[in-house]
Each structure stands twice: as structure tokens, then as C-alpha cells.
């Protein structure tokens, strides 16, 4: 039903004079862990683990939290692994709170659950309505 499904988000925006950056894409597969990373070592235009490590955990936990609201919706999400196949980087504008709110909007993409961002001293992300 899910499996093979990508969804991704772009939240690109600019509060207060400061921008905010974040841009995750993932796809859905079958599997026992709820969050895996699967960025291609070799992609220079994604972050990476160890150069980017408060951002590729910020994104990690952005997708935990797009699963979390999935099954708020009640979307049925045992079962399913969310894999972080890319993490756009971007020198200016790239943000912890924008990628982790990219990260769980990018679940909602794929899952086909509306999600919306919301500003609050920081990026975050809750179903829509």
C-alpha cells in the first residue's frame, strides 16, 4: 500500500528577517525500524552524518515526528520505515528547527496526510485543520 511511496518538503521562509531553510525527502518501505537513514554516502548535495550531525539528527527526529502525527491521523504506520534518502544542504539559510519540520512534513507527503508548518519561535509541524 505504502511501500516504495517518497514524499518530500521544502520549507523555505523568512521570519522576522531571518531565513529559515530546511528540505527533506523520504521514502516508505517495509521494515522494523521506524526511521533509518539512507542518504547515499557519496551525495555532496545532502547533509551527512558526522560533518552535519545536529542537522542529520534534526532531520531524523523531524521524520519521527511526521510519523508520529500519521498515526495521530490514523494511519495504521506498523510495519513501515521512513528512510531519509536526502537532506538538501544549503550554506545560508539551513536551520534545526526548519529541517526537522521538512522532515516530519515530508512523512505527511508520503503517507498522504496533510500537515502544515507553524512558526513559534522555531519550525515545527502539525496536521493540518
Given at each position: 500500500?505504502?511501500?516504495?511511496?517518497t514524499?518530500?518538503?521544502?520549507?523555505?521562509?523568512?521570519?522576522?528577517?531571518?531565513?529559515?531553510?530546511?528540505?527533506?525527502?523520504?521514502?516508505?518501505?517495509?521494515?522494523?525500524?521506524?526511521?533509518?537513514?539512507?542518504?547515499?554516502?557519496a551525495?555532496?548535495?545532502?547533509?551527512?552524518?558526522?560533518?552535519?550531525?545536529?542537522?542529520?539528527?534534526?532531520?531524523?527526529?523531524?521524520?519521527?515526528?511526521?510519523?508520529r502525527?500519521?498515526?495521530?491521523?490514523?494511519?495504521?504506520?506498523?510495519?513501515?520505515?521512513?528512510?531519509?534518502?536526502?537532506?538538501?544542504?544549503?550554506?545560508?539559510?539551513?536551520?534545526?528547527?526548519?529541517?526537522?519540520?521538512?522532515?516530519?512534513?515530508?512523512?505527511?507527503?508520503?503517507?498522504?496526510?496533510?500537515?502544515?508548518?507553524?512558526?513559534d519561535?522555531?519550525?515545527?509541524?502539525?496536521?493540518?485543520?
Amino acid at each position: 500500500m505504502f511501500d516504495g511511496r517518497t514524499g518530500e518538503f521544502v520549507l523555505k521562509r523568512q521570519k522576522g528577517g531571518v531565513g529559515y531553510f530546511g528540505q527533506v525527502r523520504v521514502r516508505v518501505v517495509a521494515g522494523v525500524e521506524p526511521v533509518v537513514w539512507q542518504v547515499d554516502p557519496a551525495d555532496s548535495s545532502s547533509l551527512q552524518p558526522g560533518t552535519d550531525h545536529e542537522l542529520v539528527a534534526a532531520a531524523l527526529a523531524g521524520v519521527a515526528d511526521g510519523l508520529r502525527l500519521v498515526a495521530e491521523a490514523g494511519v495504521d504506520v506498523t510495519g513501515w520505515s521512513a528512510e531519509v534518502v536526502h537532506v538538501q544542504l544549503n550554506f545560508t539559510d539551513i536551520e534545526e528547527s526548519a529541517v526537522r519540520a521538512a522532515g516530519a512534513l515530508a512523512v505527511g507527503d508520503a503517507f498522504e496526510v496533510g500537515m502544515e508548518p507553524v512558526f513559534d519561535g522555531g519550525w515545527t509541524a502539525r496536521l493540518a485543520g
